[in-house]
């Protein structure tokens, strides 16, 4: 079993920058592929991003894409989301989760973290 912690949310100011971590336990968290979700009161879980196994190639949302990346260290068994340029409409939980190959669909994934609140003010 794999249990992942994300960390790093907070309040931040329009335009401002966060990151995320996200830290993995039990088994080896280079073998799976990791990707971001967020969701918003109301609203359902959207993907962010994700990358593959050695972190040569990600994938974004359309949003995300020139202001989040991400990245990770397996040695540390951590993942990273870093994000800049943050508007209000970023305000949600972000989550990590594994899986066998990285993927745009919830269901794909396999473990997935409690998350972390970013909140963006305007």
């Known amino acids: 079993q794999v249990q992942l912690v994300e960390s790093g949310g907070g309040l931040v100011q329009a335009g401002g920058s966060l990151r995320l971590s996200c830290v993995a336990s039990?088994?080896?968290?280079?073998?799976?592929?990791m990707g971001w979700f967020r969701q918003a009161p109301g609203k359902e879980r959207e993907f962010v991003g994700a990358?593959?196994?050695?972190?040569?190639?990600?994938y974004y949302a359309d949003f995300a894409k020139g202001r989040f990346t991400i990245s990770r260290d397996n040695t540390k068994n951590t993942g990273y989301l870093q994000m800049t340029s943050l508007k209000p409409e970023d305000t949600a939980v972000y989550y990590c989760?594994?899986?066998?190959?990285?993927?745009?669909?919830?269901?794909?994934?396999?473990?997935w973290g409690r998350g972390t609140q970013v909140t963006v003010s305007s």
């Open positions: 989760a594994a899986g066998p190959m990285y993927s745009t669909t919830v269901s794909r994934y396999l473990y």
């Open positions: 039990g088994r080896t968290y280079s073998s799976y592929a």
């Open positions: 990358i593959d196994r050695s972190g040569d190639s990600t």
